[in-house]
């Protein structure tokens, strides 16, 4: 069988939304066999995986090719940071997270993925009425689950349910059976919106000093020279912070430059395109590092719309 990533892994360009009908996202979906369930049952649906292990992507995006599940989409990446990206605001129908790691030690108590932080996140992504189900062989951990969407304040949930019976087994689950131990599920509905979940206070891009500023009539200058004075410039939010790093340049009119954003401690490395067309300059975010439009990320577009007059 032959196959390419491009099939079905998601290019971070745009969020999925209501356009994409009913959506349904698993996080950490190990080899991918629940999407595969998904994606048989749910033929209406769009499913999305997101997964932090690139092996484990590989393998479900082989399984659901070779089945034919041309609705699963996935995506490659640490569901801390991508779920926001991935989704637009309240479009989410269900989410699901079977088995992650509970992560006991204290010291670990962070990388856990189960926390209110994390509750604000999946909520902020949910339409009213979304549900998000986890299923987990470590009883404390469902329980502390269940605690940190309620204590969002925006969620309802039964009490945790010990070995209910399920839908469907994944892998893990069925050893875990076969060693006789149990399984504990715990479904929170959210209920109301999540407040404050958008800020919003993304800044507008605008130069921090009047140094910062280039020329805004680029037509017919030295690209090169006047995008070098960008080189360096550093925008810092409370929520993000953005270095254009380095500029290459191609003949007089084509420009590449490095960006790195930062958006709450989420690391992005991408590009800049800009072309000469016409009488304007024209840019474009490049999809080479595949990023997500951060805050962080935009504001880079809108500062060098804003400083050099580039056109997005
Ligand atoms: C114990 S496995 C369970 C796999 C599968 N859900 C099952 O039930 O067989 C946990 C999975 O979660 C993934 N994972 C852990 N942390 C993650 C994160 N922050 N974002 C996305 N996936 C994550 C791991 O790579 C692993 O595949």
Known sequence: MHWNFTDILTPPEKPYGPSDGPIIAEIGFGNGEYLEHLAKTRPDCTIIGIEISQWCVTKAARR?????????????GDARNFF????EPNS??????????????????????????FAALIGG???????????TDVEWYAE?????????GSFSADPVERNPARDYVTKYERKWREMGRETFVTKA?????????????????????????????????????????ITGTIIRKDEYVVIFKEIFTSGSDAALISVISADEGFEQHYYIKVVHSGSQWIGKLDSIGC?????????SLRYLSKAAGIKF
């Open 64 to 76: 659901a090719l070779s089945a034919g599940s041309g609705n699963i989409r996935l995506i490659l």
């Open 84 to 87: 926001r990206y991935a989704f």
């Open 92 to 117: 989410v129908s269900e989410v699901y997270m079977n088995f992650p790691c509970p992560w006991p030690k204290r010291r670990h108590a962070e990388r856990r993925v189960a926390s209110p932080r």
């Open 125 to 135: 992504r949910l339409a009213l009425g979304g549900t998000f189900t986890l299923a």
């Open 144 to 152: 502390q689950t269940r605690e940190a969407f309620l204590s969002n």
């Open 189 to 229: 509905i959210k209920t109301a919106e999540i407040p404050g979940e958008e800020t919003g206070r993304e800044g507008d891009g605008t130069p921090e000093t009047a140094a910062d500023q280039v020329n805004p009539n680029i037509d017919g200058l030295d690209l090169r020279r006047e995008l070098s004075r």
């Open 291 to 299: 990023p997500y439009r951060t805050p962080g990320v935009r504001a």
